[in-house]
């Protein structure tokens, strides 16, 4: 990482992200202040509320402060924040991030160990011990990559179920939407913690598998990119420097017993020109690897 990306990152690592909770509690202060749906039961009640809302008070005198906010552009901050807590979408996250750049606010839709208490028959049907849960909702890299790698063993073992019965087994065993709630549970468990921390491999596999890229079209893409550099590369290394490249001369240079390649696809590399390019520029490498060195 080059020091101009330090400076990046840094920068980035700086911004502060916050919860967007405070906007709504001074909205529901403000509201009772004007006017209180009844009395409070106790002269302790009364005392309970007055201290909170000054403190809530304090925090957004301190968070105009900060950042030097208008009172119009505070409250202008949250009001999009409460559109955000009420309908938490792309376009109502956008907003706030284009006209405030200089933070970021905490996603938090799963705040809360709630949302848990609603899954937990769920996780205990399916053998995934609800204590595990909350440890990888805190953003605890070690729950985490064991959550992920029990989800992943009942993935596999739901891919496998065939037989007699089979489409009402499948129907039994962990869905994709349950996989993929838990997997918003850890993400934002990483966004809650606030520290530094190592994203497991086996969460990124697991995202990677739930979208689907290893199986899309973009990945066959990439594959056949891959495959057609390294058959460049592999003809080019063999090639003398007047040598012509044939479908055939193609086929014998860079298939392999275990990965050999069609005549219909050799043919279509080499009219492909970006193909061409590869084989000349690989020559060209190898040309001055092969030429002496100057004493």
């Not at 995934?128 to 070690?142: K, Q, W």
Request: glycine letters at 4%; charged letters at 30%.
């Amino acid at each position: 990482m080059n020091e101009q990306s330090h400076r990046e990152r840094a920068a980035w690592l700086q911004l502060p992200r916050l919860h967007t909770a405070i906007f709504q509690d001074l909205a529901r202060f403000e509201e009772m202040e004007i006017a209180p749906i009844a009395g409070f039961e106790s002269a302790e009640a009364e005392a309970a509320f007055l201290r909170q809302s000054g403190e809530l008070k304090h925090k957004v005198e301190m968070l105009i402060r900060r950042f030097g906010w208008s009172k119009e552009r505070f409250r202008q901050l949250q009001r999009l924040a409460i559109l955000w807590r009420e309908n938490p979408s792309l376009e109502n996250y956008l907003a706030i991030r284009r006209e405030f750049p200089e933070l970021d606010i905490q996603i938090a839709m799963s705040a809360g160990i709630d949302p848990l208490f609603a899954l937990e028959d769920k996780c205990r049907q399916h053998g995934i011990d609800p204590a595990l849960v909350a440890g990888a909702m805190d953003g605890f890299e070690p729950k985490i990559d064991k959550l992920c790698l029990i989800l992943m063993e009942r993935i596999v073992a739901r891919e496998k179920i065939n037989g007699v019965g089979a489409h009402q087994r499948r129907r039994a065993a962990i869905s994709d939407a349950m996989v993929n709630y838990l997997i918003a549970f850890m993400l934002e468990g990483f966004d809650w913690c606030g520290d530094e921390v190592r994203m497991p491999a086996s969460l990124v596999l697991l995202i990677r598998h739930q979208l689907g890229p290893l199986k899309g079209d973009f990945h066959k893409e990439y594959k056949s990119h891959e495959a057609m550099s390294q058959a460049a590369w592999i003809a080019a290394q063999q090639l003398e420097p007047d040598d012509k490249l044939s479908i055939n001369r193609l086929i014998r240079l860079a298939s392999s017993a275990d990965r050999p390649i069609p005549r219909s696809t050799a043919a279509r590399w080499l009219k492909d020109q970006k193909f061409q390019r590869m084989v000349e520029s690989f020559r060209k490498l190898k040309q001055m690897r092969s030429r002496p060195q100057d004493k």
